[in-house]
């Protein structure tokens, strides 16, 4: 298991730009890979964006493609997720999520370690 924090979100006009970080314990980060995913009220949880362990790999959602960019650091045991062009439809809470598969993977039942979550409100 892998401890996980978030932080960076905040409130921010629609075409804004914010980038979350995940912050993560262990000496084994390297071999997780890592995934964001969002919950808006109401709504489940969504998929987001996900990176393999080495970086060489990354998926995300059709909603987010083209505007989000998922990255690591595992010299620093971080994920980012930066995020450009927020629409209001961005608003949720947004969660960092670690598996230790190879894999990426869009299914939330694979991760097993999850943060607390960061709250992102995109204003119009």
């Known amino acids: 298991q892998v401890q996980l924090v978030e932080s960076g979100g905040g409130l921010v006009q629609a075409g804004g730009s914010l980038r979350l970080s995940c912050a993560a314990s262990g000496r084994t980060f390297s071999s997780y890979t890592m995934g964001w995913f969002r919950q808006a009220p109401g709504k489940e949880r969504e998929f987001v964006a996900a990176i393999s362990w080495s970086g060489g790999t990354t998926d995300y959602a059709d909603a987010v493609k083209g505007r989000f960019t998922i990255s690591r650091d595992n010299a620093k045991n971080t994920v980012h997720l930066q995020m450009n062009s927020l629409i209001t439809e961005d608003t949720a809470v947004y969660f960092c999520?670690?598996?230790?598969?190879?894999?990426?993977?869009?299914?939330?039942?694979?991760?097993?370690?999850w943060g607390q979550g960061t709250q992102v409100t995109v204003s119009s």
């Open positions: 999520a670690a598996r230790s598969g190879i894999s990426t993977t869009a299914s939330d039942q694979m991760y097993s370690s």
